[in-house]
Structures are given as structure tokens and as C-alpha cells.
């Protein structure tokens, strides 16, 4: 049974960071591609990084580049992601999410091609 647990969110100032864990139970980090989606109030479910599964190569979508960075332990069956220089309009709750669907590739970080997500971590960037 693929299980997905987020935490770390919670209240950061802007220009701070934050580091989001995910602890993935029920599958192997290779053998599913995961990342990471996020839901800002009023606003659709996006992709926001995804690493594949076989080479470990990442994906990130413009307004996080350079800031945001997603790294996993296959030893530890954990997902991370990193940001740095968060803004306000990062204020959103996030979900650690995967599939056999996902990968790294254009168009392979989608809110469509994840299968298993998890609850959700609450991330407000906020003076």
C-alpha cells in the first residue's frame, strides 16, 4: 500500500526557507518517479518539481527555478524539497505525490499523472 507522508511546512517570512520532507512507505523511490505539487488558495493544483526514478534527473517549474531544489535518499525511502528566497506567492499548502506516470520529463511533472498523494503540508510566506 503506497503511503505518503509531507511535513515541515509552517510559517516563514519572506526571503526565508524551509526544507519540506516527504517519507514514501509501500514502494521504492527507483521505481516510481515522485515530486512535489502545490495548491494556492483559489488557484488550480500545479506541478512544482519531480525527479524521475530511474536516473534521478529533476524538473522544476519556472517561478521556483533557481530557488527551489528536490533530492531524494533511496536508502531512506524520503523525498525532500528545499527553498530558499521564498516569496508570498509561494503561500500554499503542498503535497508530496507519485506514480509510474511521473518523471522529469516535459510534460511529466502534470497534477494528472500522479496516482498516490499524500495529505498535504501548509506552507505560509507571510511578514
Known amino acids: 500500500q503506497v503511503q505518503l507522508v509531507e511535513s515541515g511546512g509552517g510559517l516563514v517570512q519572506p526571503g526565508g526557507s524551509l526544507r519540506l520532507s516527504c517519507a514514501a512507505s509501500?514502494?521504492?523511490?527507483?521505481?516510481?518517479?515522485i515530486g512535489w505539487f502545490r495548491q494556492a488558495p483559489g488557484k488550480e493544483r500545479e506541478g512544482v518539481s519531480c525527479?524521475?526514478?530511474?536516473?534521478?534527473?529533476?524538473y522544476y517549474a519556472d517561478s521556483v527555478k533557481g530557488r527551489f531544489t528536490i533530492s531524494r535518499d533511496i536508502a531512506k525511502n524520503m523525498v525532500y524539497l528545499q527553498m530558499n528566497s521564498l516569496k508570498a506567492e509561494d503561500t500554499a499548502v503542498y503535497y508530496c505525490?507519485?506514480?509510474?506516470?511521473?518523471?522529469?520529463?516535459?510534460?511529466?511533472?502534470?497534477?494528472?499523472?500522479?496516482?498516490?498523494w499524500g495529505q498535504g503540508t501548509q506552507v505560509t510566506v507571510s511578514s
Open positions: 505525490a507519485t506514480g509510474p506516470r511521473i518523471s522529469s520529463s516535459l510534460n511529466g511533472c502534470i497534477v494528472y499523472r500522479a496516482d498516490y
Open positions: 525527479i524521475s526514478r530511474s536516473d534521478g534527473g529533476t
Open positions: 509501500g514502494f521504492a523511490l527507483d521505481y516510481y518517479g
